[in-house]
């Protein structure tokens, strides 16, 4: 089975020159990534037990992330640590969402009143990374609107030592009314229509694509992120992201915010702070689409063209004035 051909005409305007390459990395299989959990260790006591123990692992720069080099996925899951929680699984572009917002978290680490809400939570990638970086200080309220979703979100939390989270099950669209804007960070984690995770290998991950699901996605995103911003304090910052690459999802998503709240939010630069030249990761949000001319600042967002190591990401940061 061929991956989509309206997909392919859409990925070939994202990616220009490089469209070849970027093609070619749906044949791939990328090698595992995980970070360790600093909740549990220290990453040099958990580098160091790997290194005892035969793993050899490659650090993605100056960041707790590492690929795994010489071992099967398997063998690292089965570790007596892995199931103790030490490490998590996670690719690396699932990673820049929280990376973007480091600075803001440690900024807010003293406050007791930190208050963050992960609107689409589970299973919780994100959620974990966030309460590390927090050092279990601070509160994390983690919504999903999928009961069999949120009992794994439960065991994760639960293996990886995460205290400081409250799980709750609802629809991100109805939570504003619920809280009003009481958080400092909102992280919008949305559905969408997984295109940066679309494998050759694995066509269930492409079979059921259509145009018409990409509208639905960017539908529900929108009013996702709308509530996201309404639950945000004066000041706070949301982190909006998908796996995925339609700028209908992506970029559409965020100028219909900028639009609907008119200078009540901007958007600021994704930065990575830790990598070395993050303009090797990330490319510009496009400002055009289908001769729809979107808001410029949403040149400000970053996409990641999937490539041999990265899966294929979006990532825009608001700021809530
Ligand atoms: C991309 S996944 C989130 C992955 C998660 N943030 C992580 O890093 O592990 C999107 C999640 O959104 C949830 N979801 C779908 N519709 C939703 C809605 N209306 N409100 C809240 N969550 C929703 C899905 O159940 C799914 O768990």
Avoid at 113 to 131: N, W
């Amino acid at each position: 089975m061929d991956l989509p051909k309206e997909f392919l005409s859409k990925l070939k305007l994202l990616s220009g020159d490089r469209y070849g390459d970027v093609v070619e990395t749906y044949s791939l299989e990328r090698e595992a990534s995980f970070r360790v959990n600093t909740l549990k260790v220290s990453e040099e006591e958990a580098i160091r037990r790997l290194s005892e123990m035969g793993f050899e692992v490659e650090r993605v720069e100056t960041k707790n992330a590492y690929f795994l080099k010489n071992k099967t996925r398997r063998e690292f899951t089965d570790l007596e640590e892995f199931v103790d929680g030490w490490f998590y699984l996670q690719s690396i572009s699932s990673m820049l969402p929280v990376w973007s917002v480091e600075t803001e978290i440690r900024q807010k680490l003293e406050d007791e009143r930190f208050m963050v809400l992960d609107m689409c939570a589970a299973p919780g990638s994100k959620t974990t990374q966030l309460a590390a970086l927090m050092e279990g200080k601070g509160e994390i309220v983690a919504n999903d609107s999928n009961r069999e979703r949120l009992y794994r979100l439960k065991d994760i939390l639960r293996q990886y030592g995460v205290n400081n989270a409250f799980m709750q099950l609802g629809s991100g669209e109805n939570l504003w009314r619920k809280y009003g804007p009481v958080f400092d960070l909102v992280l919008v984690d949305a559905p969408c229509s997984g295109e940066g995770r679309f494998s050759l290998k694995d066509p269930s991950s492409f079979s059921d694509w259509s145009y018409l699901k990409v509208e639905r996605l960017a539908a529900l995103q929108k009013k996702l992120l709308f509530a996201g911003v309404m639950c945000l304090k004066s000041g706070g910052t949301l982190v909006y992201s998908t796996c995925t690459l339609s700028p209908e999802e992506d970029e559409g998503v965020v100028d219909f915010i900028l639009d609907k709240f008119d200078g009540a939010v901007e958007v600021e630069e994704v930065k990575v702070s830790g990598l070395i030249d993050d303009s090797q990761v990330f490319v510009p949000g496009v400002t055009e689409w289908f001769g729809k001319k979107y808001n410029d600042n949403v040149s400000k967002s970053a996409r990641v063209l999937p490539n041999k190591l990265l899966e294929g990401f979006f990532v825009c940061k608001f700021h809530r004035n």
